[in-house]
């Protein structure tokens, strides 16, 4: 037996990405996205409805930077999803994160969180009251603390976080279940 919803959003599990952009008059903003993912190996998108303090930053600067949140920083990447940038002048002082200037995009660098992907916008569509921005990926910064001795981000270390659509939670990823590009192998 099957339980039909109707149209939802239940791809799961969601990122939890925290984009962080700049406003007109350089005060960094960011917001809690979870519409968004890798479009192909250098371009990501992220989908943000048009009201919000980030859209516009994103707009008038045309870059932002992407973070991976982890369970560290739960509580500060759910205050920025919650509290809006329009209202909240000190929203990024009170989020407790610790910003820097990006070396390659003119936005924010959450130094906090373990992966960050600084963007340069390519295109923005609006959809309803949904922007669909797609960026260049033009860096990928990793914090040494979560690679693993070969170089490669290890996903225990990286302790990132996922939004559960339907119930509203944060859930923690990091289980090895198989290995990619060889498990299906079997079924040849």
Do not use: W
Request: net charge negative; glycine share 6%; with cysteine.
């Amino acid at each position: 037996m099957r339980k039909n919803f109707g149209p939802k959003p239940f791809i799961y599990p969601q990122p939890v990405l925290i984009v962080a952009t700049y406003a007109e008059n350089g005060q960094p903003d960011a917001m809690n996205v979870a519409y968004g993912g890798i479009l192909n190996s250098n371009r990501l998108q992220i989908n943000i409805g048009v009201r919000h303090k980030t859209s516009d930053n994103i707009k008038l600067r045309n870059a932002f930077t992407v973070g991976i949140a982890d369970e560290e920083h739960l509580a500060a990447a759910d205050y920025v999803g919650i509290v809006s940038g329009h209202d909240e002048k000190n929203k990024m002082e009170k989020s407790g994160f610790k910003l820097t200037k990006s070396n390659f995009v003119d936005a924010p660098f959450i130094e906090d969180l373990p992966i960050v992907l600084e963007c340069k916008v390519e295109e923005i569509n609006q959809y309803d009251q949904t922007l669909r921005i797609v960026a260049e990926i033009v860096n990928a910064s990793v914090d040494d603390k979560i690679l693993d001795e070969n170089g490669n981000i290890d996903p225990e270390k990286l302790n990132a976080i996922s939004y559960d659509p339907c119930n509203h939670y944060y859930l923690k990823l990091a289980q090895k279940v198989g290995t990619a590009f060889s498990d299906g192998n079997q079924l040849k």
